[in-house]
């Protein structure tokens, strides 16, 4: 029997995501920053279809919401550790923002 | 052969010798080894301690007053600047009755706010929520309770021509102040060249503003190394700052906020705080977390100035909050003891800074 470890999992996903033509992108929510590979991110560039897992990796509650016309969302507030997930199906550019911390902002513009 | 008599009774010398001996030995072992025992408990008590020392140090360099304060590139700050700043602060012809100042509410003898509960307003009728303090504004990247500005630039003509408030108008404003010399020139040395104008009027009082900053309260001196600065409560009180009460869930970094917006679950509240500007749910009831800075002068607390002390609001905190419809999630009841309530405010009170020391202008005529 084939055991998939974590590392494969992910593999997989990242292969399931492939076939599907969709990319899955997580950003973190660090010192009330977002952060993309561990860098600052204020804009990220991505294609219709392709979902954003926002995780919080700071000791305290945060939220992303936009209200932008192109997609509008709020998913509530959530603790460090977990992750909310949201999938852009169409193009434009949307301001992200954490509502606890009016000072996260990032810009997706999704092609 | 023995018998048990014999070693109930009398033992042989040699015997009796090897047996004190032994127990003498293995007094002696067990007094090494308890001594061991004992030095490796205060080796680990140590270790400990300079853990949690270092811990706290670690925990302290987070709150390091910034050795310079942000200032906008088209607004430096100048002598002549905080000067008119000050003029134009602490002058009442600024108000459309004439009785107003920035100063009213905003009192350097109370903590640069007023000591009510709610601000009052022109007519002195008071108005819905209570004077935040002006202290250490200049790094407040958004401005008043509900963070509608985003810069004191911007934020500064607010009150002035608000009718509850100070009830003036830009137009009315402008011609007092160029009717009076004394103005015209000392804004023609602040700001030479340009118009005396309400943006101006704006850039000089922000600039004043910008010079309002708690800093080097006995915190601050421990947080750069000197251990006697503050006492040993508060010490505790910083502990259960960062620990188990969690208040730098909100309350983060050297000026003891996270610019951040909360509701804190206030008994009774009905103002709807930043929802009324960004409808996102979590900003229901929600307020921008105040300064700590000062603390102990800016009473009273919250944004409708519900408690009257420091005690009432750590209990507030707690009890986990009253209301708790839309309560922020970090709000938890704590259980603290009294004796670590009593730790915290004295903690609280350790933010104290050394007054700003300013001389009371002579209004121009």
Redesign the interface.
């Given at each position: 029997m084939i055991r998939l470890g974590p590392a494969g999992m992910i593999l997989a996903v990242v292969l399931v995501s492939s076939a599907t033509g969709a990319d899955k992108y997580v950003v973190g929510q660090k010192d009330k920053t977002f952060i993309y590979k561990g860098e600052k991110v204020e804009l990220l560039k991505i294609k219709v279809g392709d979902t954003i897992e926002f995780k919080n990796l700071d000791p305290f509650f945060h939220n992303i919401f936009s209200l932008s016309d192109t997609k509008m969302f709020d998913l509530g507030s959530f603790p460090q550790g977990q992750f909310r997930a949201v999938t852009f199906d169409q193009r434009g550019k949307i301001d992200i923002e954490c509502a606890i911390h009016p000072q996260m902002h990032m810009v997706v513009e999704v092609k | 052969m023995k018998t048990a008599g014999e070693d109930n009774g009398r033992k042989p010398a040699a015997q009796a010798f090897s047996a004190d001996r032994n127990q003498q030995i293995g007094a002696a072992r067990r007094k090494a080894y308890a001594t061991i025992r004992t030095g490796l408990s205060v080796l680990l008590a140590i270790g400990l301690f300079a853990a949690a020392q270092q811990d706290q140090q670690d925990q302290r360099s987070a709150f390091r007053f910034p050795d310079h304060i942000p200032v906008p590139r088209e607004n430096q700050i100048t002598a002549a600047r905080v000067e008119l700043g000050k003029i134009l602060f602490f002058d009442p012809r600024l108000s459309g009755s004439g009785n107003i100042s920035c100063a009213s509410c905003h009192n350097p003898a109370l903590g640069w706010s007023d000591g009510s509960s709610l601000a009052q307003g022109d007519g002195t009728v008071p108005l819905t929520r209570s004077t935040p303090t002006i202290i250490n504004v200049a790094f407040d990247?958004?401005l008043m309770w509900d963070?509608r500005f985003r810069n004191l630039e911007d934020q500064v003509m607010s009150p002035i021509e608000t009718e509850a408030e100070m009830h003036n108008s830009d137009e009315l404003l402008i011609q007092t102040l160029r009717d009076i010399p004394g103005y015209v020139r000392a804004f023609e040395k602040a700001y030479p060249g340009d118009d005396l104008t309400s943006h101006t009027v704006a850039k000089a009082v922000s600039t004043f503003e910008r010079t309002i900053i708690s800093r080097n309260s006995p915190f601050d001196r421990w947080v750069e190394g000197n251990d006697k600065a503050i006492s040993a409560s508060a010490k505790r009180g910083f502990s259960l700052f960062t620990g188990k009460a969690h208040c730098?869930?909100?309350h983060q970094g050297f000026n003891f906020t996270?610019?951040?917006?909360?509701n804190i679950g206030l008994r009774g509240n009905t103002d709807p705080g930043r929802y009324a500007l960004?409808?996102?749910?979590?900003?229901k009831g929600?307020f921008k977390t105040p300064t700590l800075r000062d603390v102990a002068y800016t009473a009273p607390y919250m944004h409708n100035g519900s408690y009257q002390t420091l005690e009432e609001v750590v209990d507030h905190y707690d009890r986990g909050g009253d209301d708790k419809e839309n309560l922020?999630?970090?709000i938890k009841p704590l259980g603290l003891s009294g004796q670590e309530k009593a730790d915290l405010v004295q903690f609280m009170k350790s933010l104290t800074g050394h007054p700003v020391m300013l001389t009371l202008p002579r209004l121009p005529q």
């Open positions: - | 990247p958004l963070g730098v869930a909100c996270d610019d951040g917006f909360h960004v409808p996102v749910r979590v900003l929600a922020d999630p970090n």
